[in-house]
């Protein structure tokens, strides 16, 4: 892999592997395959590691641990209301980690559906932990602003819903979690034109400052909370109603479609 998150052949280097979970998350993987399995019974088709935890550079009691699940028919409401608790009840039980959360897409998605979302998604940001792996019929990818569009698009409802549900209660986790997802998602609008596909958000966010120099205070502020430094809720709202309105704005100058 060359130091700009590429292989030798310029497609996006995959470096989430299963020898990379440290014994502190093995435990809480192993929970939740075991409870996904009891939940999703025989819809269940595979589940797939992504993250820190994938790369071997989570950090105990502060990192997050998501999965993403693929089912072979889309759930019920019911379904979905006890994969949420499970979601709850899971971090609370694990001090490992600070936000447990399952990502879920049907086969037809993930195979058909979403040439540059799930295909991509699965085959360079995640590793198959149970299951079928899906990942072997998905060819490799090059950086492409389609990428970034696609996996994206939910931005404007994605600030919305963090927005609406921010208390004092729970702003770190949230501002944590947007600031991530804002940063990640303006990198996605340069990585075609810079030629790499950095994971790592002290690489992503000094190569936005390379591209958007007059967003250098911006970006420096949701780095800080991006690496679990949130001091207030009213921080987090401005940086929703601030930083979160440029990047929705550039999204849609390149194309992207937000809801």
Known sequence: ???????SDGYVATNIKRENISASFKSVLADAIKSLES????????????????RGT???????????????????????????????????????????EFDLGTIKEALIDNEYEWKFWLKHLCVCVWGEDL?????PYKPSMNIGLEMNKDI???????????????YQAEGKSIA?????????????????FYESLTDLTDCLKGYEPSLEGELSSAFRMAMGTVKAQ?????LIENYGNIVVSRFRENGGLTT
């Not at 991530?180 to 790499?196: A, I, M």
């Open 39 to 54: 939940v999703l019974d025989e819809n269940l088709h595979s589940i797939y590691l992504y993250g820190s935890v994938g």
């Open 180 to 196: 991530k997802k804002l940063l990640r998602t303006h990198y996605s609008l340069f990585s075609e034109r810079d030629g790499s």
């Open 234 to 238: 009213d921080e987090v709202s401005s």
């Open 156 to 170: 404007s409802r994605r600030l919305s819903n963090a927005s609406s549900r921010l208390n004092e209660g729970n």
């Open 1 to 7: 892999m060359n130091n700009k998150g590429l292989d």
């Open 135 to 139: 990942r072997d019929e998905i060819s």
């Open 58 to 100: 989570a950090v105990y009691g502060q990192s997050d641990f998501d999965l993403s699940v693929i089912v072979k028919t889309e759930v019920s409401e019911e379904t979905g209301e006890n994969l949420s608790d499970l979601e709850k009840a899971l971090c609370d039980k694990y001090e490992s980690i600070s936000k447990l």
